[in-house]
């Protein structure tokens, strides 16, 4: 069992992956300290531990990926989360982001298709003793029975921003997406004003895992 041991030489690496984050454009404060807070090597499996402070995405078993620190930081940025939010995240994965978001004070719900991943996570983040809300399922369906939500944070890629999410925020609330098809995503920011009025901001693409389920890639 991996040894959750949190040295210098590791804040250390977190320090300069700040710095690098930093100039790569990510402003704010708070994100950039959760990220210093969390040791994304707690998140690794031990043969890849080396690699935890590189800003790139690596396997996580089943398939998927640990997103990359600049998408975890920009996304996170752009969900602007406040201390006591209701935050849903479609896409567990190893835990890392929805830990990030507990540690900028949400409330996290946090959804992933792949059993398997989501039954390990959920055993090590009883483990790590941080305590998000989780989920095994279709996420491209939201989660209804917890709705309404202040953010919700998709983190594999959709073909199409599914109604149910946007149906599931609060008024004023956020939703983050990235959109596009397999191999590229433009990263979407939809605010949604009245339940006839939503506004998008468009950013940079990236390249998630496909998101799956009824509103997914089949
Ligand atoms: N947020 C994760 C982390 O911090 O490690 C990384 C997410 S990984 C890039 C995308 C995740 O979305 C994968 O674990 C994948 O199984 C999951 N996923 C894909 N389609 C999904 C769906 N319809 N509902 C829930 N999770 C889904």
Not at 51 to 59: S, V
Not at 72 to 88: I, K, P, S, Y
Request: proline share 4%; charged share 25%.
């Amino acid at each position: 069992m991996l040894k959750l041991e949190d040295t210098y030489l590791h804040k250390g690496k977190r320090k300069a992956l700040v710095k690098l984050l930093r100039e790569k454009g990510i402003k704010s404060e708070r994100v950039l300290d959760a990220i210093y807070q969390l040791p994304r090597h707690f998140f690794f499996d031990s043969a890849l531990i080396s690699h935890a402070y590189e800003d790139k995405a690596f396997p996580i078993g089943e398939g998927q990926t640990i997103s990359q620190p600049y998408t975890v930081a920009f996304q996170t940025e752009l969900l602007d989360v406040h201390e006591g939010h209701r935050v849903l995240e479609i896409g567990t994965g190893s835990g890392y982001q929805g830990t990030i978001l507990r540690i900028l004070g949400a409330e996290v719900f946090t959804i992933e298709y792949q059993k398997k991943l989501y039954e390990g996570t959920q055993r090590f983040l009883k483990r790590l003793g941080v305590d998000l809300h989780l989920f095994h399922g279709d996420g491209s369906q939201g989660l209804p029975n917890y709705a309404p939500y202040d953010r919700i944070l998709v983190t594999a890629g959709a073909p199409v921003v599914p109604n149910e999410l946007i149906r599931q925020l609060k008024l004023g609330g956020i939703l983050v997406i990235p959109v596009g098809d397999r191999e590229s995503q433009k990263m979407l920011k939809l605010t949604k004003k009245s339940n006839t009025q939503v506004i998008k901001e468009e950013f940079d693409n990236f390249a998630f895992v496909p998101l799956l389920g009824k509103d997914g890639w089949r």
